[in-house]
């Protein structure tokens, strides 16, 4: 074995793999030219919106032009990251039954999600550059410039896409395996296109076709979230109606383009530089302090942390990834097991999907018009209702815990700490207070923290790595492509859902349902733990908050309550084994196995749905301070 081995290391390049080098070379070269714009792009929203919030505030000069052209780049920022998460392979996608497959099913499987998913950009991009083309005898209000400038984005961002997906499978596996999964989605797509005959006697059962079974197969499959949602939403309107298919690409840049998601970048960075510059490190520090001593205390510390820092960075294993190392180490010296601590970890996740600034609430509220300030004043108490829950599983398990060598902290160390963590700790505060009492947009607001980091950085913890700012900008634009593209890929599935009446039947069905409030409010938080679980949460909420929310309003439901009861509910699914995606990720954080850490789950996803259950059933925890 080891001759062989030798032998194939010594061996001249075989024309496969100095073709799979060319195309890898290629695919580099290329990423870097994408790689770079989508960064600058980040750099200038950011420019563009501190400026707006300087000259508002200290020259009473807003800039009138200001908003046009932050929706104008942030449309080509949402494309352009697109491009770099679908390079990277970072979209989001369920691959909880893929990791069961054996290594080559799974290679032909990751194959066949990327022919999918080229599939559907070659058939929207004509539409694309017709669309593009409809919008260039548009002029923008402001800065009196065609439309194209900005729904140019749309076929280029496509373009590229398909450039890289194409990439992707010339150098990716066997030929054989390469051109089956072609043979498989080109024969797929063949048997729809023969069937139109059948499916145009269908009616409305084609819903269940294209938005049951064409959603479910693509997603257990692996194929991304967004080109699931897409693909299904294509195959639907062009095989069953009438509808020109320019209608899906205008659909999915009304979902992309609502300005308030212009905060999911701002805050993804935002997080990118809590974690760089130590923040996050200097508030566990201060609370470990402070509770570090008692049984359980850095278990409380956990779930403290994670109120704390939960939300800014737009991403759930960011927020863990930041809060577990400083804790783990110790927690483990205490004798706390590996699977327990990846456990709480996954459930803290859940716990904290409502505290402000939650991407998920600024989500919600772009889809809904519910109020984002009235969002984040509702979303504090329900997260600490949740931790409550938790903290009492905690005591429960800690009651053992061995203490003899740990020494508590004297008052003038945590008086020490806490002035190194007052700057910290005073950000996710005053980002709170600045959107809740109207000061700035949860957009606005986001800038201002940005800058904020960047002086406490430089100024106070010194330090900053001025290395790793170009790769945090690139990983903030293609997070925020993914979670935008999802955004429009379901906000186009939402409306072809909504054209075919399927959103009056389900208000019908749900007002008839037994039970009134209570009967809906139980239904949707089992639907919503369901979606969780195979969708994750911002394409489940994008796709059916729009359609659910008015019946919300008409069984009596405030629309915050209403909205906290489904983002909690979505959270226990997205962090509950065995599919949800979020549970994995604190297992890999922890470097323990996902098999490992299930034993120990249970009785914290237990507590986390009496907590469900209470902020459902206790409107004021929602409410209250409204």
Not at 467 to 473: E, G, T
Not at 540 to 569: D, K, Q, T
Request: aromatic share 8%.
């Amino acid at each position: 074995m080891q001759a062989a081995g030798f032998l194939s290391a010594q061996a001249p390049a075989t024309p496969a793999s100095a073709a799979a080098r060319f195309f890898g070379a290629m695919e580099r070269g290329l990423g870097l030219a994408v790689d770079i714009p989508a960064a600058l792009l980040v750099l200038a929203e950011i420019a563009v919106l501190l400026a707006g919030v300087i000259a508002r505030y200290v020259f009473h000069a807003p800039l009138v032009w200001g908003d046009e052209l932050a929706s104008i780049l942030f449309l080509w920022l949402s494309m352009l990251g697109a491009v770099v998460a679908l390079r990277r392979g970072e979209h989001m996608r369920m691959t909880a039954l893929l990791s069961r497959a054996t290594p080559a099913t799974r290679a032909l499987l990751d194959l066949v999600a990327i022919a999918a998913s080229l599939c559907f950009m070659l058939m929207v991009l004509p539409h694309a550059w017709e669309y593009a083309a409809e919008e260039a005898i548009v002029t923008t209000p402001a800065l009196e410039i065609s439309n194209a400038w900005r729904a140019a984005a749309l076929p280029t961002g496509f373009g590229l896409m398909i450039l890289f997906a194409l990439l992707r499978l010339l150098r990716a596996g066997s030929w054989r395996q390469v051109a089956t999964a072609l043979a498989v989605v080109a024969a797929i797509v063949g048997l729809f296109m023969l069937a139109q005959p059948l499916l145009a006697t269908l009616g409305k059962a084609n819903l269940v076709v294209f938005f049951v079974g064409v959603v479910a197969a693509n997603v257990f499959l692996g194929v991304p979230i967004a080109f699931s949602f897409a693909l299904a939403t294509f195959g639907y309107l062009a095989l069953t109606t009438h509808t020109p298919l320019m209608v899906v690409v205008g659909r999915m840049d009304e979902g992309m383009s609502h300005l308030i998601l212009l905060a999911v970048p701002m805050f993804i960075l935002l997080g990118l530089l809590i974690e760089m510059t130590g923040m996050a490190r200097a508030m566990i520090g201060f609370l470990a302090s402070l509770l570090g001593h008692v049984r359980g205390g850095l278990s409380y510390v956990l779930i403290g942390a994670m109120y704390l820092v939960s939300g800014i960075s737009g991403s759930k294993v960011a927020d863990m990834a930041a809060v577990a190392p400083a804790l783990f180490p110790e927690m483990k010296q205490r004798g706390a097991r590996p699977g327990n601590l990846a456990a709480l970890l996954s459930c803290t996740g859940a716990q904290t999907e409502t505290i402000p600034p939650s991407i998920v609430l600024i989500t919600i509220g772009s889809v809904t018009g519910v109020s984002i300030a009235a969002l984040f004043t509702g979303g504090m108490l329900p997260g600490v209702a949740l931790g409550l829950a938790l903290a009492v599983i905690v005591w429960r398990r800690s009651r053992g815990e061995d203490l003899s060598g740990v020494r508590r902290a004297t008052g003038r160390e945590i008086a020490r700490l806490l002035m190194v963590a007052v700057p910290a700790l005073l950000l996710p505060f005053l980002i709170r207070a600045a959107v809740v009492e109207g000061v700035a947009t949860a957009t606005e607001v986001s800038t201002i923290g940005i800058a904020y980091s960047v002086l406490a950085g430089l100024l106070v913890y010194r330090r900053f790595d001025w290395r790793r700012v170009p790769s945090m900008l690139v990983d903030t634009a293609a997070l925020a492509g993914a979670i935008i593209f999802i955004v429009g890929a379901a906000t186009a599935m939402a409306w072809g859902l909504t054209q075919s009446g399927f959103s009056q039947d389900l208000a019908e069905f749900m007002r008839r349902m037994p039970g009134g409030t209570t009967g809906f409010l139980l239904v949707s938080i089992v639907a919503f733990v369901i979606l969780g679980s195979v969708l994750e949460g911002i394409p489940a909420i994008v796709l059916f908050g729009p359609l659910l929310f008015p019946i919300a309003r008409a069984v009596g439901v405030n629309e915050v309550h209403y909205a906290m009861v489904v983002i909690l509910s979505m959270g226990l699914g997205l962090f509950a084994p065995p599919f949800g995606v979020g549970y994995y990720g604190a297992c890999a954080i922890g470097k323990v196995s996902p098999d490992e850490a299930m034993p120990h789950m249970w009785a914290y996803l237990g507590a986390l749905a009496v907590g469900v259950l209470v902020v459902a059933f206790v409107p004021w925890i929602s409410t209250g301070f409204l």
